[in-house]
């Protein structure tokens, strides 16, 4: 089956860069959405950004645009998230998800995704 194990999370000062990885092993021939997702305590988790395995299509939330970039090396099956000009907003646990996925258009919803890493922690504080 589908594993997921993140790494990287640190804490930082702000506007320092960091980036995240999640190691991903057991996918099959189908395209998947991969995706980074984000929690601060009795919050939501949010969607952060999402690739597209077909064509490497990419959506980013309006509060990460510009500063992050998501990006998957095939050989080393790793999904990344670097980040910069980090912000103490930026302060959560990051999820590493993906689901099969057929892009037509419209991005899964958060509830689509069936596989999740266990997170990694990042820290933004001065």
């Known amino acids: 089956q589908v594993q997921l194990v993140e790494s990287g999370g640190a804490s930082v000062q702000p506007g320092e860069s960091l980036t995240l990885s999640c190691a991903a092993s057991g996918f099959t021939g189908s395209t998947y959405c991969m995706g980074w997702f984000r929690q601060v305590l009795g919050k939501e988790r949010e969607g952060v950004a999402t690739?597209?395995?077909?064509?490497?299509?990419?959506w980013y939330a309006d509060a990460v645009k510009g500063r992050f970039t998501i990006a998957r090396d095939n050989a080393k099956n790793t999904l990344y998230l670097q980040m910069n000009s980090l912000n103490a907003e930026d302060t959560a646990m990051y999820y590493c998800?993906?689901?099969?996925?057929?892009?037509?258009?419209?991005?899964?919803?958060?509830?689509?995704?069936?596989?999740w890493g266990q997170g990694t922690q990042v820290t933004v504080s001065s």
């Open positions: 998800a993906a689901t099969p996925w057929v892009y037509y258009g419209v991005w899964p919803p958060k509830n689509k995704y069936n596989h």
């Open positions: 690739i597209y395995t077909g064509d490497n299509k990419t």
